[in-house]
């Protein structure tokens, strides 16, 4: 995957899966998802990336 042109630093993936959790428990919409979680967008588009990917029906590692 590229980095933006800005060259902004990454978001770390801990907060952002943290932000897409909150997300599926409170069912709220990805615009809602508090600041703390990182920016909603980075969260909503690495959430798909990871479902198109299959990551996240493979669950945890063993």
Avoid: H, Q
Avoid at 14 to 42: A, C, F, H, Q
């Amino acid at each position: 995957m590229s980095r933006a042109k800005t060259e902004r630093p990454r978001v770390g993936d801990r907060r952002v899966i943290n932000g897409m959790v909150y997300t599926i428990r409170t069912g709220i919409s990805w615009r809602d998802l508090p600041e703390r979680y990182g920016p909603w967008k980075t969260a909503c588009t690495r959430f798909r990336g990871y479902a198109l990917d299959g990551i996240l029906a493979r669950g945890p590692a063993a």
